[in-house]
């Protein structure tokens, strides 16, 4: 007992103050997505509930739209939609990431040589310019707009898990893996990626709050699931009646989105920071 | 310099390589496609005769491998089809467009980089209180989206304080002459240039302190210190200026989240660029008019990046080993 309370005493001094907030930001806004449907009282994307063009009142706390829907009810399904299209999208990057940093990190020569310059090539690429047209002639729906975000956001990973592949590389025990006669893929997955992974896993968040901002900003451009409530769907709704001055269209789904962009940020500086104690005269 | 043309000509080749796969995936998308990608390439026209001609143009009743080659050698003559909403051939439609995005995007950078090189560097030297705040400031900045910024700049400017014009590059009601011409786009700049400033000014702020901050801890700032020479004179002559290569590469190779925030951006304010021509395509669904963006935007962001690398090669040696 007294050994965990020390344990937990230690992990709790070396928590940064970006690592605490970022867990709490992300935390909180996981909760309120996921129990949408028992702290909001209207159902999604419903017409009609009320006035247009309401600013925000007791019915409905973040005001009403232009066809009488109730923006507190869309803004909470919409954090749901976030998180999911951000973390599903941000595992499609992380799985195409590893398998090419790994194997370009591990196998060396022209193989390496070539899968990072497909690399190169991917980043330079406008990445959410490609997305949004993959989305639109495909169909906006959730499916392809995960999975456009998805193959269109791995290159940052793939050149991190390539850089740790290239320092786990040299260790001895994968020297004596190989002299064991292990298969490289065995030695891969059992013996490298557990210890070249580690150090990706905070650009992993990072990766989701750029995945939630694609996500936010095809929707913004109209690019979204009809049948899904999302944070840029309501703004790109705001826009189009902008010139109403009706500022609760946009403030609201906007300050959610922008703090969990911020929370996922500070999540994913607060893990480096938490993972190499050294960086913190570097960090903030 | 043997090393400097090596390493430019095997970019180069990347680069050509880069828009050859550009043309390869703008195809492929049109044909995964559900349905006929005749209507991708004409639009909702239900014109017998006139689909008859563009199944023609490009080659859509001969087999896969011929389309691509007809498809390819169309791009690089710069004929990506016409706009049929706008019944103008989608290059010039799209040229026309790009001096407005240009405008806006070196308005914003020159802006981005003055105050974010400055905050960086304050940030990295003084360390302490402004450290902390010009970091924390910083993070927020990145975590705005500039869609959302810029229509909170439109609401508490335009609208409310009635400061600024809501949107478009020229004012509609007054024609002005001479030098009031200039201003009046100047006017209409402020609102979309400061929205996609801000992001930039973070990132540049975030960027330029860790790279100052490397740079301090280097042998050659202690050896400047112990010749006496005055902080100032250490901060802009030796670490600044070692500093500053990365965050211009970095400037470089982020033409692309450039672009696309100058193309959101312009949706905010109907800036009249390439971001208020896309918008519109979307909304129309002009497939030839979207295409032709992605294939321009993406020769803009590969011809910004040669000139980062030739820079860079010049700059510092080290690269061209790389």
């Known amino acids: 007992m007294i050994l965990l309370f020390h344990n937990l005493k230690k992990i709790f001094s070396n928590l940064n103050a970006r690592l605490l907030i970022g867990i709490l930001l992300t935390g909180v806004l996981t909760i309120l997505g996921i129990s949408a449907p028992l702290i909001t009282w209207y159902p999604p994307l419903a017409a009609m509930l009320g006035p247009p063009y309401q600013p925000p009142s007791f019915q409905h706390p973040f005001g009403t739209d232009d066809l009488g829907g109730d923006i507190y009810t869309n803004t909470i399904y919409g954090i749901r939609t976030s998180l999911i299209v951000g973390a599903l999208s941000a595992l499609i990057a992380l799985i195409i990431g590893i398998l090419i940093g790994s194997v370009a990190g591990y196998h060396g020569g022209f193989l390496e040589d070539l899968l990072m310059r497909i690399t190169d090539m991917a980043f330079i690429i406008p990445q959410f310019l490609l997305a949004l047209i993959i989305v639109t002639i495909l169909g906006p729906n959730i499916y392809n707009i995960i999975l456009a975000i998805g193959v269109t956001s791995w290159p ?44 990706v896993i905070p650009y992993i968040t990072l990766q989701i709050s750029s995945n939630i901002l694609v996500e936010a900003g095809l929707g913004f451009l109209g690019v979204s699931d009809p049948n899904v409530p999302s944070l840029g769907m309501l703004l790109n709704n705001a826009q189009q009646h902008i010139l109403m001055n009706v500022w609760w269209m946009s403030v609201f789904p906007g300050v959610i989105l922008s703090l969990m962009i911020l929370g996922f940020n500070l999540l994913g500086d607060g893990l480096i920071e938490y993972m190499n104690p050294r960086l913190r005269r570097k960090m903030y | 310099m043997p090393g400097l043309a090596t390493f430019i000509i095997r970019r180069i080749i990347l680069y050509i390589a880069l828009f050859f796969t550009v043309i390869v995936v703008t195809f492929l998308l049109v044909h995964m496609a559900p349905g006929d990608p005749t209507y991708i390439l004409a639009g909702q026209v239900n014109d017998p005769e006139f689909i008859k001609a563009v199944r023609h143009r490009f080659g859509l009743d001969k087999p896969l491998y011929i389309q691509l080659l007809i498809y390819i050698e169309n791009v690089l003559r710069g004929d990506l089809g016409y706009s049929y909403f706008r ?38 030297y003084k360390r302490g209180l402004a450290d902390a705040v010009i970091s924390l400031l910083s993070l927020i900045g ?62 540049i702020t975030r960027v330029t302190r860790g790279n100052v901050l490397d740079a301090l801890s280097q042998d050659f700032i202690i050896t400047a210190k112990a010749k006496g020479l005055p902080e100032r004179r250490i901060i802009f002559r030796h670490a600044l200026r070692n500093a500053i290569i990365p965050v211009i590469t970095f400037i470089g190779f982020n033409t692309g989240t450039l672009l696309v925030g100058a193309i959101v951006t312009e949706t905010i304010f109907a800036w009249p660029g390439m971001g208020s021509l896309l918008y519109s395509s979307l909304q129309l669904r002009d497939y030839p008019v979207m295409l032709g963006i992605f294939i321009y935007g993406a020769l803009i962001v590969i011809l910004i990046n040669l000139i980062v690398d030739i820079l860079y090669g010049i700059l510092d040696p080290r690269i061209r080993r790389g």
Request: net charge neutral; no cysteine.
């Open chain 1, 156 to 199: 940052g990973i793939a050149r991190m898990t390539r850089a740790t592949t290239l320092s786990v590389k040299q260790q001895t025990f994968i020297e004596a893996a190989k002299v064991l006669g292990l298969s490289d893929i065995k030695i891969i997955f059992s013996e490298l990626l557990p210890n070249s992974l580690p150090p």
């Open chain 2, 87 to 124: 019944a103008e051939p989608v290059s010039t439609l799209i040229l026309s467009r790009i001096p407005a995005t240009f405008l806006l995007i070196l308005t914003a950078m020159f802006i981005a980089s003055l105050i974010g090189i400055t905050l960086g560097t304050i940030a990295a």
């Open chain 2, 142 to 203: 990145i975590s705005i989206p500039y869609f959302w910024l810029g229509q909170l700049m439109l609401i508490t400017f335009s609208l409310n304080l009635n400061l600024f014009p809501t949107g478009g590059m020229i004012s509609l009601t007054t024609s002005y002459q001479g030098i009031y011409y200039y201003l009046d786009i100047l006017y209409h700049l402020v609102l979309p240039a400061t929205t996609l400033a801000i992001f930039n000014i973070a990132y």
